[in-house]
């Protein structure tokens, strides 16, 4: 079992920046790849990156390459999604989740755990 706790969101104008963090307990965290997910109201739940055990490897969503990043810390048992350059249609509430196997999934239904979320609002 792996429990998953978001923090860092909050409110931020347009072009400004937050970090957030998915700090995990429970199993060995570097077995797992990482991803982070987002749900704006009315809408599914959409991939925006992720991260491989190692961290040698990444994936992310088009609307988001060049203006996040997403890293890890094992030592920490944490993973950041640094996110600059933030536009209004980013505001979501965003998750993290973990896989046991290292495939970069991008659908929800293939992670296994996942952590309450935080929101992100960004204003025009």
């Known amino acids: 079992q792996v429990h998953l706790v978001e923090s860092g969101g909050g409110l931020v104008q347009a072009g400004g920046s937050l970090r957030l963090s998915c700090a995990a307990s429970?199993?060995?965290?570097?077995?797992?790849?990482v991803a982070w997910f987002r749900q704006a109201p009315g809408k599914e739940r959409e991939f925006v990156a992720a991260?491989?055990?190692?961290?040698?490897?990444?994936n992310y969503a088009d609307s988001v390459k060049g203006r996040f990043t997403i890293s890890r810390d094992n030592a920490k048992n944490t993973v950041y999604l640094q996110m600059n350059s933030l536009k209004p249609e980013d505001t979501a509430v965003h998750y993290c989740?973990?896989?046991?196997?290292?495939?970069?999934?991008?659908?929800?239904?293939?992670?296994?755990?996942w952590g309450q979320g935080t929101q992100v609002t960004v204003s025009s």
């Open positions: 989740a973990a896989s046991i196997t290292n495939t970069l999934w991008r659908i929800p239904g293939r992670y296994d755990y």
């Open positions: 429970g199993r060995t965290f570097s077995n797992y790849a």
């Open positions: 991260i491989s055990w190692s961290g040698l490897n990444t």
